[in-house]
């Protein structure tokens, strides 16, 4: 007897660990023309451009939101640290037309950032799928975040101040595949032995 696998833990990309640019670009051009998907549009804009975890989204409280500084406050309260994260001019936009519309709320994404989180992550998998991207995740999104911010030649210590790690294991051990480290590894190896 064969298992079925629910639809939604099946893709064509098997493993998938990030979204190309124009992939990241074509779920949010779909998602800003249909004001039903504002949500959508806002956290994925947010995520793309600070890699902020779905727990600190959640979290994230208007009076930790410095526009003057572009940055944000998040707090984990698994390991009781806090961390500054630098936000762009158009993640500043997005919060600026957030704030517009719904002034009177403490958290970021409404009185129930959960509810809001859960329906996002259920929207994210149809416009993945009409999109033809495949199956995407907000972890999809926060993994595009670092995957394009090392493309951009960001330094290891940037990666891990802005992602929250703990140590530079835990960073290598989301972001870089034991082949990719092999192959980096292979490289320097070279080099030495060209120095002999």
Aim: proline share 6%; glycine share 4%.
């Amino acid at each position: 007897m064969t298992t079925q696998l629910h639809p939604r833990h099946t893709s064509s990309t098997p493993n998938r660990r990030h979204l190309s640019p124009d992939e990241l670009r074509r779920i949010l051009a779909f998602a800003k023309n249909d004001p039903r998907l504002q949500d959508l549009y806002d956290i994925v804009s947010i995520i793309s451009c600070t890699g902020i975890r779905r727990h600190e989204l959640s979290n994230l409280r208007w009076a930790y939101v410095d526009v003057a500084r572009s940055r944000v406050l998040l707090f984990c309260q698994k390991t009781m640290r806090e961390r500054f994260v630098p936000i762009t001019q158009e993640a500043i936009q997005v919060l600026e037309a957030r704030r517009s519309r719904t002034p009177e709320s403490e958290f970021v994404f409404g009185d129930r950032p959960t509810i809001v989180l859960n329906r996002v992550t259920r929207q994210l998998r149809e416009v993945g799928s009409k999109t033809g991207t495949g199956l995407v995740s907000i972890q999809v999104l926060r993994h595009t975040f670092f995957e394009l911010l090392m493309g951009a030649g960001a330094p290891p210590a940037v990666l891990i101040a802005i992602g929250g790690w703990r140590s530079p294991y835990q960073f290598m051990k989301s972001f870089i595949s034991p082949a990719d480290l092999y192959k980096c590894a292979a490289h320097y190896q070279m080099l030495v032995e060209e120095q002999l």
